[in-house]
């Protein structure tokens, strides 16, 4: 009963916002029909260069969790492609669907080519480091910003948010990859002490300064491929501003989706690209507008677009990609031993002294 009336609450809250949106650009918004004549002067190149861009920033992305990946198993290795196609699956599931399905997803496609026991739990955990090293790349381009634009207060909060959420992950992720101490968290925890076992098998890469430098490289090029996007897809708009204009709308589109109350926060994402513009940099609202529909299209076109051929590679439906199962779900390889338990295998005399004495 308390989850139906959470579903129910959670809707509402959902249709409440949307709704309020719908208002805010109803009242504060443009002239649709000069929205309309935005996009009939829209030069075609530069959305092809954009389209462009954010097909190679997901493939630098898809290098950065690979890299995580190679760290994390035995060989033999995913492919790039078979790393490609998991990753595709999950951006068109995130384009598509509320909440974060598509984390959940490109584990689901990856280890079904996986033969090496624990694959589901230690892909998970890969999930989480890839991510942490997203926030790392998010953290240096809102520093970007900062510097070389104004951040609406609005936004202020949620950014702060975001960076200190990027501190804490990653030292997280560090002291887990490099220490024991989680195995002994209280049975009556078992969904949390799960969870944390799940991160802990991906993080080979934390232990590698290396690997973890590569993963962050390709994870920070391919945030500069989609910042370079959105600035042509500025060009393409009639939007003639300089970088620092692209990553305030970059991050800013990005503070609109933290929370996906629907597919693509639609509404949303519009009005926190286009007001910024209007108020610092005097971009009529019909352009802004029009703008932000433009580039949530041509950054969806990508994730949509290439998730839907290996989707269909891959023999799956958007209804399986609603079941895909969490992370309490998921099985962890069970066998693996601490390293107290090697320890103790190692130098079995010094076990036996320690429980004698």
């Not at 999930?127 to 942490?132: S, T």
Request: net charge positive; glycine share 8%.
């Amino acid at each position: 009963m308390n989850i139906v009336r959470n579903r129910w609450t959670h809707a509402a809250v959902v249709v409440a916002a949307a709704v309020g949106v719908v208002l805010l650009l109803w009242w504060r918004g443009p002239a649709w029909g000069a929205v309309g004549d935005v996009f009939r002067a829209v030069e075609w190149k530069w959305v092809a260069a954009a389209v462009g861009l954010n097909l190679l920033s997901v493939l630098a992305r898809t290098l950065a969790w690979r890299t995580v990946i190679v760290q994390a198993f035995d060989p033999p290795y995913p492919s790039f492609m078979l790393v490609f196609s998991a990753f595709s699956v999950g951006l068109f599931a995130n384009a598509i669907l509320p909440g974060r399905i598509g984390e959940l997803a490109r584990v689901a496609v990856l280890n079904r080519h996986m033969k090496q026991e624990g694959a589901w739990a230690r892909l998970l955990g890969t999930v989480f480091a890839h991510r942490v090293f997203d926030l790392i790349s998010v953290s240096a381009l809102i520093v970007y910003v900062l510097i070389n634009a104004h951040i609406p207060d609005w936004a202020v909060t949620s950014l702060i948010a975001v960076v200190a959420a990027g501190v804490v992950l990653f030292s997280v992720a560090v002291i887990g990859a490099r220490s024991d101490h989680y195995a002994g968290i209280d049975e009556g925890f078992s969904a949390v002490r799960k969870v944390i076992r799940l991160a802990r098998y991906g993080l080979g890469v934390m232990r590698k300064p290396g690997p973890a430098a590569l993963a962050i490289f390709f994870q920070m090029l391919g945030w500069t491929c989609q910042l370079f996007a959105v600035y042509t897809a500025m060009r393409a708009f009639g939007i003639h501003e300089g970088l620092p204009a692209a990553g305030l709308v970059l991050v800013l589109m990005n503070v609109a989706t933290i929370f996906p109350l629907w597919p693509g926060n639609v509404g949303l994402v519009q009005a926190a690209v286009a007001l910024p513009l209007f108020t610092y940099y005097g971009v009529a609202k019909a352009r802004g507008i029009a703008f932000g529909f433009g580039l949530q299209i041509i950054e969806a076109s990508v994730g949509i677009g290439v998730g839907l051929i290996f989707l269909a590679r891959e023999g799956l439906s958007v209804a399986m990609l609603r079941v895909m199962p969490d992370a309490s779900q998921a099985e962890t390889p069970e066998d693996e031993p601490s390293a107290a338990e090697v320890s103790a295998e190692a130098d079995p005399d010094r076990t036996r002294a320690r429980v004698s004495g």
